[in-house]
């Protein structure tokens, strides 16, 4: 079993940035492929962002050269640094993690929103 528990959501003004983090516990970390999605009113859930147990990433076209994604095993954190946040960017954003060994074992996070506006 694995708790995720993101943090850093806010409202920012578009151009700003925001860091969100998402603190794993339960089980162990570097296991673990991890993702961001987010989630905007009327629209489905869509990947952000992952990395790999070995620190591989991989970005929605959409995202990429603003978002960048990481993680620290030693912390059991995954972090998603967002630049230059657009008003489209505005959403709930959650962690996931799936297992690297067994695909059908995955895990989210409550969410946290990211609300871009002036």
């Known amino acids: 079993q694995v708790q995720l528990v993101e943090s850093g959501g806010g409202l920012v003004q578009p151009g700003g940035s925001l860091r969100l983090s998402c603190a794993a516990s339960g089980s162990i970390f570097s296991n673990y492929i991890m993702d961001w999605y987010r989630q905007a009113p009327g629209k489905q859930r869509e990947l952000v962002a992952l990395i790999t147990t070995d620190g591989r990433t991989n970005y929605a076209d959409s995202v990429k050269g603003r978002f960048i994604i990481s993680r620290d095993n030693a912390k059991n954190t995954v972090y998603l640094q967002m630049n230059s946040l657009k008003p489209e960017d505005t959403a709930v954003y959650y962690c996931?993690?799936?297992?690297?060994?067994?695909?059908?074992?995955?895990?989210w996070g409550q969410g946290t929103q990211v609300t871009v506006s002036s």
């Open positions: 996931h993690a799936r297992n690297v060994h067994y695909s059908t074992i995955n895990y």
